[in-house]
């Protein structure tokens, strides 16, 4: 076996070991996000409108404004009130 096939198996291993890894870290990472948006619930707070809260947090200011207009003017079509 040649030097370069030995590189090329240790580079191929050790991106799989770390994605393997990683992927683990996201398994108890995801399991503590469950775990914050229980505790939020048993005091009494909606989990999906703080999901909805931190979605928009993500959004740039403008893409806010956009998806609020669409969906007032989506809503106005069906003859809904929102609020």
């Known amino acids: 076996m040649s030097e370069d096939t030995n590189v090329a198996k240790e580079k191929i291993a050790s991106v799989i070991d770390r994605v393997e890894n990683l992927q683990i870290d996201r ?9 914050v948006f ?8 909606d989990p999906t409108i703080l999901r909805k809260l931190i979605a928009l947090r993500k959004m740039d ?21 929102l609020f």
């Open 61 to 81: 200011a403008d893409d806010r404004r956009e998806q609020a207009a669409l969906l007032e003017s989506y809503a106005a079509a069906l003859q809904m009130d």
């Open 38 to 45: 229980k505790e939020a619930k048993d005091v009494g707070l």
């Open 27 to 35: 398994e108890v990472i995801n399991e503590d996000i469950r775990q």
